[in-house]
């Protein structure tokens, strides 16, 4: 079964460095999301990607945040410079087409846990 | 309150009982969805219902939507260990093509043996 994949599973880093999360989303999917859940809460919506662009963004991301489909296959979310209250599970999800039963569901990947020290 | 809040928060029942939890929205949605996480893990679609419908079946798994009320419930019967996991519900908005998903706080159910 196809699955998106997320790189890497695990990463520490000092604040106030940039890190780039990385996602291979199914293949002939054509929107993109990342999501994040800070530990014991809920999934919150980051921003989503249609069409070489962003389509929405909510209010976490911020200027810090900014994401990038740079060869059609990967698509990253990097953060320029970390915060201790980054720390999280980041998710990246995708969908098919719009329309027909299946499109508004999202495949998500396993996430990325992210920690900030 | 939040866009799509469940109840209870945390749910133990023993193996072979049923489970149900609820979820309420607050705007008006194009569908509704329920996710589960297994601990650590990323999400996996468990059932879509429209806004149309008023019940889903899948497998084990029943849920109902009352758009009048809004809110939805999903129902796991004859429980097995395996169903330990927090399980949420996703609701897709009207505007904006239904880009997005906005998730529930979650219940976090656990099946004993």
């Known amino acids: 079964e196809p699955e998106v994949t997320q790189t890497p599973s695990h990463q520490v880093t000092q604040m106030g460095q940039e890190v780039i999360l990385r996602c291979v989303p199914i293949s002939n999917h054509l929107y993109f999301y990342w999501y994040r859940q800070i530990l014991g809460q809920k999934v919150e919506f980051l921003v989503s990607f249609y069409n070489n662009e962003i389509s929405e963004k909510s209010e976490i991301f911020d200027d810090q945040f900014s994401v990038e489909r740079p060869d059609g296959s990967n698509f990253t979310l990097k953060i320029r410079s970390t915060k201790l209250e980054d720390s999280a599970m980041y998710f990246c999800a995708s969908r098919g087409l719009a329309g027909g039963y299946g499109a508004n569901v999202l495949t998500f990947g396993a996430g990325s846990r992210l920690t900030v020290l | 309150s939040q866009q799509g809040e469940e109840d209870p928060q945390a749910l133990s029942i023993q193996e072979g009982e049923n489970a149900t939890m609820n979820c309420s929205y607050k705007?008006?949605?194009?569908?509704l969805q329920w996710y589960r996480q297994n601990s650590g893990r990323g999400l996996v679609h468990l059932i879509l219902?429209?806004?149309?419908?008023r019940e889903k079946h899948s497998g084990r798994l029943r849920v109902t939507l009352d758009t009048s009320k809004k809110s939805s419930s999903l129902l796991i019967t004859a429980s097995r260990a395996a169903d330990t996991a927090s399980y949420f519900c996703?609701?897709?908005?009207?505007?904006?093509?239904?880009?997005?998903?906005?998730f529930g706080t979650g219940t976090q159910l656990k099946v004993e043996l």
């Open positions: 996703a609701t897709s908005g009207i505007t904006g093509g239904g880009n997005k998903l906005t």
């Open positions: 219902i429209r806004s149309n419908e």
């Open positions: 705007t008006s949605i194009n569908n």
